[in-house]
């Protein structure tokens, strides 16, 4: 049975020498769990949201029933996939990815919405046509309120994959799982560290690509 | 028979119902945690984030604090409970709290933050003292705000818990968790239910709170469930 043992301390460093292999597969794991459930969100969210923000009906039930889903704990969301999926790796992705396409359908729809409609009326009588208005004015002036959106959804997942260890995958999950089977602690703080690490890392990394996306927005 | 039918089976096995390893047990245990938790966050954390708040000092702090908490992994805390505090009840409540206090500060913060500096400004005119006019001017005004955030964190504290059977805690989250080691479909998809409809509620139950925290004028833009994502740029400033 788990017990307090004070003589392991919180890293020994000969075990890490000797798994570094282990710590990058698992490393690798989370960052393409991380990346299929957040560029598969986005393939998905992005049509869903500019039909949701062009047909102002359909907003509020797909707004509000995507309330209703986002309460759903992350195990429990697992879990009910489960019975269909097995414990596996395609289980642990449906589940991350929906709740990537659910954050991500909001902010598309929020920040084309945040589009002053001076702009767009503006953008339409210089001659824009609606596609060239989405793409050259809508979407870029949406680009902030998105990418919040994004890097939200990046962080969240990061979080989630270590969850998706119980159903055998899950990344930087796996090391922290092992840690708390083994009682050992070393594993449990590199897979915690890790994943911290790489929740703050990818969220600069999106902030920068931001502004690099947004240079009109550089005085800020 | 379809997996539906042996659920519904499931629940109608009244042995299901009974005892310490029966749903009316595990739901009080989860109720009482979640409850016990977000309680403490927020005796813990209110008075750091209403202060700083209205005086305006830290609010970078105030503000990044919440991003920092979202980077921890909630399971990984939980489990990093272990070894500090032993397993059950003892490191599933010190991890919940932990992770629902930065929340609780930011909104607090924002709450007070944006409170009109007019409103402040009439309240010292008509002579309140500092701790009147923040007592019963500027919390009153910030009420509803500060209860969005305690009201978002419960929800989040009723999800974390369902984790906490990991660490050989009970609540429901040891159907799940018993489930998945049993290879028990039946009884991972009901307890997934179970857990799914308590989180419900619990949304529900505080959005309750917060339409009677929140001034009549204002209960119309209300939400019975809040929406996914964060479309303020609050996120953006940690770049």
Do not use: C
Not at chain 2, 22 to 45: C, D, K, Y
């Amino acid at each position: 049975m788990l017990r307090l043992d004070a003589t392991d301390p919180w890293i020994r460093w000969d075990w890490l020498g000797h798994h570094t292999d282990v710590i990058w597969q698992a490393l690798v794991q989370h960052i393409q769990l991380t990346g299929i459930a957040v560029l598969g969100g986005l393939a998905i969210a992005t049509p869903v949201g500019l039909l949701v923000w062009r047909w102002r009906a359909l907003r509020n039930p797909v707004l509000s029933v995507a309330g209703i889903l986002y309460t759903i704990p992350s195990l429990a969301l697992f879990a009910l996939l489960v019975p269909f999926t097995g414990l596996t790796v395609v289980t642990a992705e449906i589940g991350l990815v929906s709740y990537t396409i659910l954050i991500l359908v909001r902010n598309i729809v929020v920040g084309l919405d945040g589009v002053p409609a001076e702009i767009r009326e503006a953008a339409t009588g210089m001659g824009y046509r609606p596609a060239k208005r989405l793409l050259t004015i809508d979407i870029p002036l949406a680009l902030p309120v998105i990418v919040a959106g994004v890097r939200l959804a990046t962080v969240t997942t990061i979080g989630l994959v270590t969850v998706t260890a119980l159903l055998g995958e899950g990344g930087l999950g796996q090391l922290i799982l092992a840690g708390l089977i083994q009682d050992f602690k070393t594993p449990l703080v590199v897979g915690l560290a890790g994943s911290v690490v790489l929740a703050v890392a990818a969220d600069l990394l999106l902030a920068g690509a931001q502004r690099l996306a947004t240079p009109w927005r550089s005085s800020r | 028979m379809s997996i539906f039918e042996e659920v519904v089976r499931w629940f109608l096995d009244p042995a299901h119902w009974d005892g310490t390893f029966g749903i009316p047990n595990r739901l009080w245990e989860h109720v009482q945690m979640s409850f016990l938790a977000t309680l403490t966050a927020a005796v813990l954390a209110l008075p750091v984030g209403v202060l700083l708040g209205h005086y305006g000092r830290f609010g970078n702090l105030a503000i990044n604090v919440s991003n920092v908490g979202r980077a921890l992994p909630s399971f990984g805390i939980l489990v990093l409970a272990v070894p500090l505090f032993g397993i059950g009840a003892a490191p599933a409540f010190i991890a919940l709290v932990a992770l629902a206090i930065p929340p609780i500060v930011t909104n607090s913060y924002v709450g007070m933050r944006d409170v009109d500096p007019e409103l402040k400004e009439a309240a010292r005119g008509l002579g309140m003292r500092e701790h009147v006019a923040l007592l019963r001017v500027e919390m009153p005004v910030a009420l509803p705000v500060i209860m969005a955030g305690i009201r978002t964190d419960g929800v989040q504290v009723v999800a974390t818990a369902t984790l906490a059977a990991v660490v050989a805690w009970g609540g429901l989250g040891r159907f799940i968790v018993d489930g998945f080691a049993q290879r028990d479909d039946v009884q991972i998809f009901a307890g997934a239910i179970l857990v799914a409809a308590l989180a419900m509620v619990a949304e529900l139950a505080l959005a309750g709170l917060q339409w009677l925290a929140t001034p009549r004028p204002m209960r119309a833009s209300m939400r019975w469930f809040s929406r996914p994502g964060r479309t303020d740029e609050l996120v953006l400033q940690g770049g």
